[in-house]
C-alpha cells in the first residue's frame, strides 16, 4: 500500500478495549477478558442484565468505528489522501489486535503508529496494548503515542461538556454542585510500580477545571472489578456519599478517563450512579461524551503525524515476513508520578467493555 507519490504508507494502529457485538457474545467475550475463565451463571445473568438495560448492545463499536474513520479523515486532510491508513483493532473483540496487524503485515506496511483510544497510561493498560501490538507487528516499525491526557483538543472538548452542563442547571445552582472527573478504576498495586494513571487524571482534572475556572472539583474511581485486590479509591459511590454529608446540592460526573459512550457510562453512571445520586437527595448530571467529535479526531490526527515525522524511515522496503530480523518498536519511558491513597467500597462483577 502506497500512498500518491509512491512512498509507502504509514499505518496508523487505532486501539480500543472491545465489546460484545451483541447479547450471544457477551460470554464469550467475558472468557477472552478472563483468560480462558468463563463467568458463572449469576455472572453473566448479570451482565446479560446491565446490557439489556441499555438496549441490548453497547454502541462502543460503532463508535469506534466512527472514530477510526473521522481520523482518517483528519489525516488524509493533513497529509493526503493514502499518507496513513488507518485501522483499528480491539483487545478483547474482534477486530482483535493481532488480526488487524497481520493485516497491515499482508498489505506490505512497514512502519505504523500505535495509538490506544485511552488518554491516560497505565502499566494494567496501555501498555498491554502495546506489548500485544509488538508481539504481532512482525517486521513492521512500531512507535506508540503512550498518553495524551494534557492534548489541548481533549483538554478543550472536555471543557465544552463541563460548561455546557453547568450552564444546564437550575439558576443558582452552580454554587452548590460539585464537579468529580472520574476514570475506571485499576488495582492499587499500580501505586507500587510509580504508575503514571492517577497523576495524568489528576492533571486532566486539574487543567479543565482551570480552563472551566471552577471553584472546586474532585476525582473518584469508577467500575472497579469485583476481585479479592484493593482497587484504587475513593469509588464514586463513596464520593457522592461524601458529598450528600457534606449538605453539597447535586453533582456532575465528567467521565474524564473515557472517550465513547459505552456500558461503564451508559449503565454504571446514568442508571446505578444516578439512581444512588438521587436516593441520597443529589441532583445529577453527567458530561456528553467526546464520541467521534471531529475537533478530538483533528487533535489526535496532529500527534500521529509529529510521531510519525519522528520515527525513522525504512530504507529497504517493506517487509511483510515474520522469519527475519526481529521487529523495532520505540516508545517513551515512564513518568514517576505520586498516586491517591485508595479505598474501596463499590465493585462490579467483573470488567466490562471499556476498561482502559
Known amino acids: 500500500m502506497t500512498e500518491s507519490g509512491g512512498r509507502p504508507a504509514t499505518g496508523v494502529l487505532l486501539m480500543a478495549y472491545g465489546t460484545p ?13 478472563r483468560r480462558g475463565r468463563p463467568p458463572d451463571p449469576c455472572q453473566l445473568r448479570e ?60 498489505d506490505g506496511l512497514s512502519r505504523a503508529v500505535g495509538l490506544v483510544l485511552a488518554p491516560h497510561r497505565s502499566v494494567l493498560s496501555i501498555d498491554q496494548y502495546i506489548e500485544r501490538a509488538k508481539a504481532a507487528a512482525g517486521r513492521i516499525e512500531l512507535c506508540f503515542i503512550e498518553s495524551w491526557h494534557l492534548l489541548d483538543a481533549y483538554l478543550d472538548l472536555l471543557t465544552a461538556r463541563v460548561n455546557d452542563a453547568i450552564a444546564a442547571l437550575p439558576a443558582g445552582a452552580a454554587d452548590a454542585t460539585e464537579v468529580i472527573f472520574t476514570a475506571h478504576s485499576l488495582p492499587e498495586r499500580i501505586l507500587a510500580w ?63 478517563g473515557f472517550t465513547a459512550d459505552h456500558l461503564e457510562i451508559l449503565y454504571d453512571l446514568d442508571i446505578e450512579c444516578r439512581d444512588l445520586a438521587i436516593g441520597l437527595g443529589l441532583r445529577f448530571a453527567r458530561t456528553e461524551s467526546l464520541n467521534a467529535d471531529p475537533a478530538l479526531m483533528d487533535g489526535l490526527a496532529g500527534l500521529v503525524l509529529s510521531a510519525a515525522d519522528a520515527q525513522p524511515t525504512r530504507t529497504d522496503g517493506p517487509q511483510p515476513t515474520q522469519t527475519d530480523a526481529p521487529p523495532t518498536h520505540t516508545h517513551a519511558q515512564p513518568t514517576r508520578t505520586d498516586g491517591p491513597q485508595p479505598t474501596r ?12
Open 345 to 356: 467500597t463499590h465493585t462490579h462483577p467483573i470488567q466490562t467493555d471499556a476498561r482502559p
Open 21 to 33: 457485538a451483541g447479547p450471544d457474545e457477551i460470554e464469550a467475550y467475558y472468557t477472552h477478558i
Open 47 to 106: 451482565l446479560s442484565g446491565r446490557y439489556a438495560a441499555i438496549g441490548g448492545t453497547s454502541p462502543l463499536l460503532a463508535i469506534c468505528e466512527a472514530q477510526a474513520a473521522g481520523l482518517q479523515r483528519a489525516l488524509d486532510a493533513a497529509a493526503g489522501p493514502g499518507a496513513f491508513s488507518v485501522r483499528l483493532a480491539m483487545k478483547h473483540a474482534d477486530p482483535f489486535i493481532e488480526r488487524t496487524a497481520q493485516g497491515m503485515i499482508d
Open 194 to 256: 510509580d504508575d503514571p494513571y492517577p497523576e495524568q487524571l489528576r492533571q486532566t482534572a486539574d487543567a479543565v477545571a482551570a480552563r472551566a475556572g471552577l471553584r472546586s472539583h474532585s476525582l473518584a474511581w469508577q467500575s472497579a472489578g469485583r476481585t479479592r485486590e484493593r482497587w484504587l479509591g475513593p469509588d464514586l459511590a463513596t464520593a457522592l456519599c461524601s458529598l450528600a454529608d457534606a449538605g453539597r446540592e447535586g453533582v456532575i460526573v465528567a467521565p474524564a
